[in-house]
C-alpha cells in the first residue's frame, strides 16, 4: 500500500524523467497519451508512484530520472533560441555539445538578441525559474539609440505603462556612451515577450544590440560567443534552491512562497521600495 505522501503529480514525474519541461508533459497528458498501469490518464492532478506504477508514454516505457545537467550557452544574434523553427532559420540546436543531450532552453531571448541562455533536462527547475513567482532576476546590457535622461531612468524604476499593463520597477545602470549611442545596464524580472525592447522603445531609444548577462544566480561571464558550458556544482546548487519550499522570511511578512535569494527579487519588495513597515 502507497501512501498518499509518497505519490507524485503525474506531469512532475514525466519532467524529471528528462523527456520535456513540465508544461509540455502536461499537454502529453491532456491528449491522451500517457497511461499510468494500462490507463490512460488525462487529468492534471494525477499522482503516481514512480516507483511502482507503470508509466507510459505513447506506448512506451518512461526512462528512469535522468540526472540532472545545466548548460549554458552564450547564444549569438541571428539564431533562434529554441531546438527547431518552423520558419527554417538557424537553431541552438548545433551549438550544443550533443544534440542527444535532450536539454531544452529555460525562456527565450529573441532571434537578434545575444546572452545567457540556460538549457536543463530539469524541467521542475525550468518551470520555476519561468514562472513569475519566482521573481528571477535577469540583467541586460543593451546599446540604445540616445542617451536616457534622468527622467526616463526614474520612469524605468517605476514602471511604464505597456500596452500589456504596467511593468514591474526595474533596476537601471548606465554603463557608457558611444557616439550618438550609449550602453545601459537593466535588471527586471519578468519576462514578458520583447520587454526590454518595447520598454526602451515607449522611452524613444529603440534598442541597437540586447545582451543577457545575468540569469537568477548564473553570470555569462567571459564565455565566448556561440560557445556552451556545463554549469559547476555551486552554480547548479544555487539554481536548484528555487525549489526549496517556502520560508518565513523577515522581508516576506509570510507572503512569500519561495526562499529569496540574492538573485530573486524580494516579492513584495520592489527596486526602489525600502524596508516595509513592521
Ligand atoms: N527583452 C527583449 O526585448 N528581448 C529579449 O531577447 C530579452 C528580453
Known sequence: ??????????????????????????????SGQVTVNGEVITTLGTRVD???DHIKISGKHLPAPAPDMFLILN??????????????????????PKPSLRLFPVGRLDFDSEGLLLLTNNGEVAQACLHPSHHVLKTYLIKIKGVLEDTE??????????????????????????????????TIHEGRKHQVKRMLEYLGHPVIRLKRIQFGPLNLGNLPLGASRFLTDKEANALRQILVPAEKHPRSRGTRTTKPARWAESKRGSTTRRKPKT
Open 1 to 30: 500500500m502507497v501512501h498518499t505522501e509518497e505519490k507524485i503529480r503525474l506531469q512532475k514525474v514525466i519532467a524529471r524523467a528528462g523527456i520535456s519541461s513540465r508544461r509540455k508533459a502536461e499537454e502529453l497528458i491532456q
Open 75 to 96: 547564444k549569438p544574434a541571428g539564431v533562434v533560441s529554441t531546438l527547431q523553427d518552423p520558419e527554417g532559420r538557424p537553431t541552438i540546436k548545433h551549438m550544443l
Open 50 to 52: 514512480p516507483a511502482h
Open 153 to 186: 531612468i526614474l520612469q524605468l524604476k517605476k514602471g511604464l505603462p505597456l500596452e500589456d499593463g504596467q511593468t514591474a520597477p526595474a533596476k537601471v545602470r548606465k554603463a557608457g556612451k558611444a557616439e550618438a549611442n550609449s550602453w545601459v545596464e537593466i
